[in-house]
């Protein structure tokens, strides 16, 4: 391995840490992010290393698990967990889905997966974005973030041999009383927010705003729960200025990653042309479907802001709109329901077969 | 007669794991709702004590909030978290800033003064328990009302001062010393690196890459003369312009297919009437980091709002199930021997779950061959 000829403007031993600086960066930013050394035994595929790799990648594939949750994940299932992940998104190696679920082994594939991931899109800056610290009452206007996240296998899924299909119906109406009670609890948190809301008017040095949020009503209640907020955001603002050196120093990170080797380069290259068409093709979508482009859906988590009635108030969604857009999807996904149960309907009067077969009672009430 | 209604172990296992998985993300979209209504209900306690509220299965961190504060003026040492807690909230916009300025390269993030984050600590000379304090009173007028009164100047921030009524001894500008420097420290790190970001690393120049440290011995990757990270952004750019510009055809063309139509019909196209779209308006600011309002005028409206958002994921996630069953169920009745009485049953209980939800069942009739 002969030297290059550098020239003296950049200390060597700068550019020797240069990358482990870059991976530490990388990892603060990410959850649960493994040590530089570690890294560079991934790349050695040292077992030592792979353990640690696969709870990264459960972590950054699995964002809306709430740190007490992942935890409950065997290693084995967060395994299988981060394979189904990747398979979701189209990973194309087939090597990292034939690695031994226990985990021992894979560092190379694995850091290779993690590239690719980090390749398709901002993905330290979207973890951030989803695990921010949030000081006003949110509230998504639209479903798309609990649509687009398929949430990962359950930890105890086996389906012991063949099932009754009553059990079926027994989940089925689980779920209804799930759905229900769900909403009964809803409606009495938008109670309580609107009690909140009302009684802390005017105690907002922010006009737009006007009053306060759970959080910020905490705040002042405890100073606890405030020592608490505190820490949270110091813990935040670190992880920010980690991301923001890890983007000052990836260009080491991918050198080291790609530089000149071949395959690795066209996966990133697939990756990309991947990822670019998916985009476009779910925007493509959004235009056609319902006749408009998916900006006139509102999106997004939105900051609660009660204000007085009549009141013109400032800029921000109106409550009427949300409305209003979320009944229209409301009316067309009811048609497609219907349109499906129809074709159900249809299928098995067919199977069943004319007359003089069985008479059909179709339930009443419809 | 039961035979009839296990299913083979394949779709069975696909099932049950669909319907778990629903399951799952009802439970855990009912335990969030929950923590966020356990928290609601122990600050509404302070204002409506008389009311009889939902049963709380936790009371240990509500004792605290009983107690009597030690004084009805917060103490220097709570006026000195708070301005600390003012300190941080402030630099995380900064920080918030510095991130969505970093691209443009802009070396100087200012202060919003009007901040969200700043806000609620300058409010808190007296804290709302206080007005409970101060007499059965609280109980019958809305007791926030007549609090917080005190207007901090927005201008005064940037001096890090809390203004309370006629205190402003206490405030830590000796104990919180060193607090501030670390921040304004931490600023200008957050500065100096999001300056430097146009700068990008040109390593190659200098023909570093080769790992030289004895702690580190990487392979070293052969040199090459571009770098694979301007690469990756330029083909992405490449294939997302050329898309693009595919998809504003088609948009165009179809477009003037609308125009001609509506001309012919309704004469030539109004200027200027376009439907106001619901776009978020967010004046500018970064919608991500710094969230959209959302602006309600009653109680009634935001459950009216939050139960339709819950009614679009159930109906979403109905129509998923509906599919995955049709998927499965449908082929295994037209495998089964027919007409016997078992498979009639298979096919009530399949037509319940496809086309009743699993709520209703229908009646079969079946005449019986006469006895003689």
Known sequence: MGRRRRRRRVDPADAARALPEAIAALSQTLPAGPSPETFRRAKFDRPEAAPALWRLLFRVLSPQLADGVSASFSPEAQVRSVKLALLTQGYPRRALAQLPDDGSQGGRELLLALAWLLARGPLPERLLIQNRVQLGDEMPVCECEALASPGPPAPSVEADGCVDIRHLQWLMGKLRFRWRNLMASQQEQCALLGKIHSYTRGCHSDRSLGHLSVTETELLRDPEGGRQLLRRLERENARLQAALEWRRRELVFWRWMVGGRGPQWSAARTALREAVGQDLAALRQACERGGGCSLAQPHGPHRLVRTEAGAPGGPGLRAPEVIEALRSQEARLEVVLRQLQGQCRQELARLVGAPPGPVWILPPGR | ?372
């Open chain 2, 1 to 372: 007669m039961d035979t009839a209604f296990t299913l083979l172990a394949g779709s069975s296992r696909r099932l049950v794991a669909e319907l778990r998985d629903a399951l799952d993300s009802c439970a855990e979209r009912q335990r969030q709702l929950e923590r966020s209504l356990r928290v609601s209900r122990r600050l509404l306690r302070a204002w409506e004590p008389a009311e009889t509220l939902a049963p709380e299965p936790t009371p240990g961190p509500e004792t605290n909030e009983e107690a009597p504060s030690a004084a009805c003026i917060p103490s220097p040492q709570d006026l000195k978290e708070l301005e600390l807690l003012t300190q941080a909230l402030e630099k995380a916009v900064r920080v918030r800033k510095g991130i969505s300025k970093a691209g443009e390269g802009n070396k100087a993030p200012s202060l919003k003064s009007g901040s969200i984050a700043t806000s609620p600590a300058t409010r808190a000379s007296y804290p709302p328990s206080t007005s409970h304090r101060a007499g059965s009173r609280a109980s019958e007028t809305k007791p926030p009302r007549g609090i917080l009164q005190t207007r901090v100047p927005t201008k005064d921030l940037p001096e890090r001062r809390l203004l309370s009524v006629g205190d402003q001894a206490c405030m830590g500008q000796g104990a919180g010393a060193t607090k501030p420097k670390s921040g304004l420290r931490n600023e200008q790190i957050v500065l100096s690196a999001a300056s430097q970001a146009p700068e990008a690393f040109t390593l190659k120049d200098k023909g570093v890459g080769k790992a030289s440290g004895p702690a580190w011995t990487w392979p070293a990757p052969p040199g090459s003369r571009v770098d694979p990270k301007d690469w990756m952004q330029e083909y992405r750019c490449l294939l997302t312009l050329e898309e693009l510009q595919a998809i504003v055809g088609q948009c165009l063309h179809r477009l003037r297919e609308l125009c001609t139509v509506v001309e012919q019909q309704l004469g030539p196209w109004p200027e200027g009437r376009f439907p106001r779209a619901s776009l978020p308006c967010g004046g500018g600011a970064d919608p991500i980091w710094s969230p959209q309002l959302l602006l309600y005028s009653s109680t009634q409206e935001l459950q009216t709002l939050a139960a339709l958002r819950l009614r679009v994921a159930m109906l979403h996630q109905q129509i998923h199930l509906e599919k995955v069953l049709m998927a499965e169920l449908l082929p295994l009745v037209s495998k089964q021997e027919p007409l016997g009485p078992p498979w009639l049953a298979l096919c009530r209980a399949v037509h319940s779950l496809l086309c009743e939800g699993g709520q209703r069942f229908l009646t079969i009739l079946r005449e019986d061959k006469p006895a003689d």
